[in-house]
């Protein structure tokens, strides 16, 4: 098993440009989940899919960020346009998940790095 | 909502000692996971631990193992005969079942040989 894979690994990009990040779940996960790593604010939920339908997007900073998840096998979140403070760690994880019974052990991806000058 | 919090930012043990990283969360589920994330430099989280809220024995996995404590709200993680490779960020983290994981800020644990 591959793991959870994500592309790129490491971004760097200008202020006002597009990014956008790409993430692989592991085969046969249902829930698929965008996070965001800072040294101010921690790990940060932005967005959660299951069954590829977006299901919280509350954690979506701002309207910059959008979250697609056309299949079960491939989930992208873009940035548009970028700015300085996106800079981050972002994180993809997959679940098998069954909400309101057991726990659902999330498998986290490499992360990509984002740095906007 | 539910809240996770992790009081110790930086920790610090010497090779071989043992040392405990302290956890408190906020809940009104009854039945809940609880979990101890680590993350290396190479920034892959890997589960450590985990606990479910309706066991009382508390959790082991070889050097780690957790101080589970239900109507305390505490999930602290012991870490003993550490070694080099245990530096990292230590996470926890809470799982109603019901939403996503809550992760507490972290803790830095450095191991000094």
């Known amino acids: 098993d591959a793991g959870v894979i994500q592309s790129p690994r490491h971004e760097v990009t200008e202020m006002g440009q597009e990014v956008t990040l790409r993430c692989k779940p592991i085969?046969?996960?249902?829930?698929l989940f965008w996070y965001r790593q800072t040294m101010m604010r921690g790990l940060e939920l932005l967005i959660y899919f299951n069954n590829n339908v977006p299901i919280d997007d509350s954690g979506m900073p701002e309207d910059r960020f959008s979250a697609k998840m056309p299949n079960a096998s491939f989930s992208t979140l873009k940035i548009q346009p970028s700015e300085p403070r996106d800079s981050a760690v972002y994180f993809c994880?997959?679940?098998?998940?069954?909400?309101?019974?057991?726990?659902?052990?999330?498998?986290f991806g490499p992360g990509t790095r984002l740095t906007v000058l | 909502a539910q809240t996770v919090t992790q009081s110790q930012p930086e920790m610090s043990v010497q090779e071989a000692e043992t040392v405990t990283l302290s956890c408190t969360y906020d809940t009104s589920e009854s039945d809940y996971y609880l979990f101890w994330y680590k993350q290396p430099p190479s920034r892959q989280m890997i589960l450590v631990i985990r606990?479910?809220?309706?066991?009382?024995q508390n959790a082991t996995e070889n050097r780690f193992s957790v101080n589970f404590q239900k109507a305390a709200k505490s999930f602290s993680l012991k870490i003993s005969d550490s070694q080099l490779g245990d530096a990292a960020m230590y996470f926890c983290a809470f799982d109603s079942g019901n939403t996503p994981l809550v992760f507490g800020k972290g803790t830095r644990l450095s191991v000094i040989a």
């Open positions: 606990q479910e809220a309706y066991k009382q």
């Open positions: 085969s046969g996960h249902n829930s």
């Open positions: 994880a997959s679940s098998c998940t069954t909400f309101g019974t057991s726990y659902n052990e999330q498998f």
